[in-house]
């Protein structure tokens, strides 16, 4: 057994949706300092500039912003991507919304924004996208990452219901996916993410004290935390998880 390129993705290409910042961002650092060659999409073309710019200095990264809440968007990057590379070895799907409002008054457009964004786009991205992922799959698998939350697994006290339905989508479509395109060589799973600072998750970034009070491990998440999960089913390390979703979260959904 040699173990020394386990968790290589030297010469390897990702796409990372949502890869400007946050979690994101994170693992598209942990992909180049494996050696991938790393593409990151974001919504605001300045702020992904800007990221690829800076995470530049760790490997090959460029930007490709777009707005894949739509077929028409995510079709723009499926294209964009093309014009550098001609197969795809990784695909994470991690662009998402939240959307947060008590029952009574929960609107339809927080339901379709983040259903739409967590759930229908990573579908019909990775679905554009198969071509180009069974083309990588020669002498390695092609992967598909897709970002769900501990939201969808267990229940937090916030009015969220959108964005907890769609990652318990996510964790579902992951299973059901997976099983579809394990006979084109391309091995779907899911990772679910508790507290780290983000923008999205504001909570554990501007009240970290507070929050590492309610988890097991005594702190929230860092980046490094994410990357190596990430580099783990990326590579060929995690060959062998398919449908599954790993849980990053200190503990915390075995004490809610």
Not at 174 to 187: G, K, N
Request: charged share 20%; hydrophobic share 45%; proline share 4%.
């Amino acid at each position: 057994m040699d173990t020394t390129q386990l968790f290589s993705l030297k010469g390897r290409s990702a796409l990372i949706t949502g890869g400007s910042r946050g979690i994101g961002r994170m693992i598209a650092e942990g992909f180049l300092a494996q050696g991938a060659r790393v593409y990151i999409s974001a919504r605001k073309a300045a702020a992904c500039d800007q990221a690829a710019k800076e995470l530049s200095a760790f490997g090959h990264c460029v930007s490709l912003p777009a707005d894949v809440s739509t077929l028409e968007g995510a079709q723009a990057l499926v294209a964009a991507y093309a014009k550098h590379e001609d197969a795809l070895d990784i695909l994470v799907n991690n662009a998402g919304a939240a959307w947060g409002a008590p029952y009574d008054e929960f609107p339809e457009s927080g339901w379709d924004k983040v259903v739409d964004l967590n759930l229908k786009t990573p579908f019909f991205l990775t679905q554009a996208l198969t071509p180009m992922l069974k083309k990588a799959a020669t002498d390695h698998l092609a992967k598909v990452i897709n970002i769900a939350s501990i939201d969808g697994i267990s229940v937090n006290p916030q009015e969220t219901y959108s964005y907890a339905a769609s990652k318990a989508g996510l964790i579902q479509l992951t299973r059901r996916m997976a099983l579809r395109l394990a006979q084109e060589r391309i091995v779907v799973s899911a990772i679910a993410p508790g507290a780290f600072a983000s923008d999205m998750n504001k909570l554990a970034r501007d009240h970290g004290d507070e929050v590492k009070e309610r988890i097991p491990a005594g702190r929230i998440g860092v980046p490094e935390d994410m990357a190596g999960a990430a580099i783990y089913l990326a590579s060929r390390a995690g060959d062998y998880v398919m449908g599954s979703t790993l849980v990053v979260d200190g503990g915390v959904t075995h004490a809610r």
